[in-house]
């Protein structure tokens, strides 16, 4: 008798990311390895925060001798928060960044975002949350007006794709094969706005001229 295997489950995740304010200037460059590596950019926004704030963010490092040296780093100037989502997102982010010292990070992952970017221990470059229950508290923190909604995963996420996307996306993918335009991106993007099942169509009134 065949084995059955079990059918794929689609799980997404999100992790905060900070941008710090030393390598604000390589915002463009490290969004540009972030989004190749197979991340999703779902919320981003720029601020400055007050030593206050720093030490509400980083509470759970409250009392450590580097901590007064962290709150000042981090309100020397504006950073980028970003919320990302992938696969394993708080995982897969936590290695591309790399270990928190920049210095090692250089020896041991030298093509992690920190050993790129970073200086040292304290100056290295980039955020990431630790875990998931981490993640969630910090996406709050940096984005207090966004409601964190779960994502759907497994068996939900599939019927909600069954629902409302594949039909369209099916339909669309089938008719871009036909006419194998040069630009498929671009032909198929302009395909799902004219397609799109949920547009809002103009009603037609028509006229009646009085005898």
């Known amino acids: 008798m065949q084995a059955l295997m079990p059918e794929p489950q689609i799980y997404v995740e999100r992790t905060l990311a900070l941008i710090k304010p030393d390598v604000i200037d390589k915002e463009e460059e490290i969004e540009d390895i972030i989004l190749r590596s197979g991340f999703t950019i779902v919320q981003k926004r720029k601020l400055q925060l007050s030593p206050e704030q720093c030490s509400n963010f980083y509470a759970d490092q409250y009392?450590?001798?580097?901590?007064?040296?962290?709150?000042?780093?981090?309100?020397?100037?504006p950073l980028v928060a970003i919320v990302l989502a992938r696969h394993h997102a708080i995982a897969y982010w936590?290695?591309?960044?790399?270990?928190?010292?920049?210095?090692r990070a250089k020896e041991t992952h030298p093509d992690s975002l920190r050993a790129i970017y970073g200086t040292d221990d304290l100056r290295n470059a980039v955020h990431g949350s630790i875990r998931f229950s981490s993640a969630e508290r910090e996406i709050q923190?940096?984005?207090?007006?966004v409601i964190i909604e779960p994502i759907p995963v497994g068996q939900?996420?599939?019927?909600?794709?069954?629902?409302?996307v594949n039909p369209t996306l099916l339909a669309g993918l089938t008719e871009l094969c036909k006419q194998k335009p040069a630009d498929p991106l671009i032909?198929?993007?302009d395909w799902l706005i004219e397609h799109?099942?949920?547009?809002?169509?103009?009603q037609q009134w028509m006229t009646v001229e009085e005898p």
């Open 94 to 103: 936590k290695e591309l960044i790399g270990p928190s010292n920049s210095i």
């Open 63 to 77: 009392g450590k001798m580097f901590f007064p040296n962290l709150t000042a780093y981090m309100s020397s100037g």
């Open 196 to 202: 799109n099942p949920n547009k809002p169509r103009l």
């Open 141 to 145: 923190f940096m984005f207090p007006e």
């Open 156 to 164: 939900a996420a599939k019927d909600y794709l069954n629902l409302y």
């Open 187 to 189: 032909w198929f993007a």
